[in-house]
């Protein structure tokens, strides 16, 4: 359940950075971190390690009373605030925007 929260928050958040080359720079920061901290557990970058480091980032992130903006209470509201021009993502949601890119790109495919 987790993971497909943490699925659902990556792909929203990776289509609302498409429009923005500042997002995309950040969602790069990000992808470059978790790159990082995979190799410093001896880790290649894989689809099953970038779902297991969604999972525990997610659960982690869960656990400090982050939820996915497009899941909060008043969801319409919360997805529009979320989504109109110029909105700055939160730093979990930029992160796994990051995770679900790197997914994508280690299957061989381009983001959209």
Do not use: N
Not at 64 to 84: F, I, L, T, V
Request: glycine fraction near 8%; proline fraction near 5%; hydrophobic fraction near 45%.
């Amino acid at each position: 359940m987790v993971l497909h929260l943490a699925g659902e928050a990556g792909q929203v958040s990776l289509a609302l950075t498409a429009s923005s080359a500042g997002a995309r720079a950040s969602v790069d920061q990000h992808a470059a971190e978790i790159r990082d901290a995979l190799a410093k557990r001896g880790r290649e970058v894989t689809p099953a390690a970038l779902l297991s480091y969604a999972q525990g980032f997610a659960e982690a992130a869960i656990a400090r009373g982050w939820w996915p903006p497009h899941r909060r209470e008043r969801p319409q509201e919360a997805a529009a605030d979320w989504a109109r021009p110029g909105a700055v993502l939160d730093w979990e949601s930029l992160r796994l925007a990051a995770v679900c890119r790197m997914l994508i790109e280690s299957q061989g495919l381009e983001p959209s």
